[in-house]
Nanobody, 122 residues
């Protein structure tokens, strides 16, 4: 069982930055690929970024490429999402998800966190 806990969300002005963290209590977290998704009310969950278990492979949605960076520290059982040049349209609840398979932008991840709210003011 993998438990995921997101943190780091908050209110920031447009152009600002945030760093989200996804921490796991599982001893085998380093075996899991991890992804970040976001969701606004009334819309489907949207893929943001993913990282392989080793951290050697990453992928991003076109909407965040060049602004967001996903990374991981397997010694700390944590995956990060560094969000720069934030825009009001980035406002959403951000979720991390984990799976033993590298699922990319699919939502079929086995494990999900509870989400953290990011609000970008104009």
């Amino acid at each position: 069982q993998v438990q995921l806990i997101e943190s780091g969300g908050g209110l920031v002005q447009a152009g600002g930055s945030l760093r989200l963290s996804c921490a796991s209590s599982g001893r085998t977290f380093s075996h899991y690929a991890v992804a970040w998704f976001c969701q606004v009310p009334g819309k489907e969950r949207e893929f943001i970024a993913t990282i392989s278990s080793s951290g050697g492979n990453t992928d991003y949605s076109d909407s965040v490429k060049g602004r967001f960076t996903i990374s991981r520290d397997n010694a700390e059982n944590t995956v990060y999402l560094i969000m720069n040049s934030l825009k009001p349209e980035d406002t959403a609840v951000y979720y991390c998800a984990a799976d033993l398979l590298l699922l990319g932008n699919s939502t079929r991840y086995d494990y999900w966190g509870q989400g953290t709210q990011v609000t970008v003011s104009s």
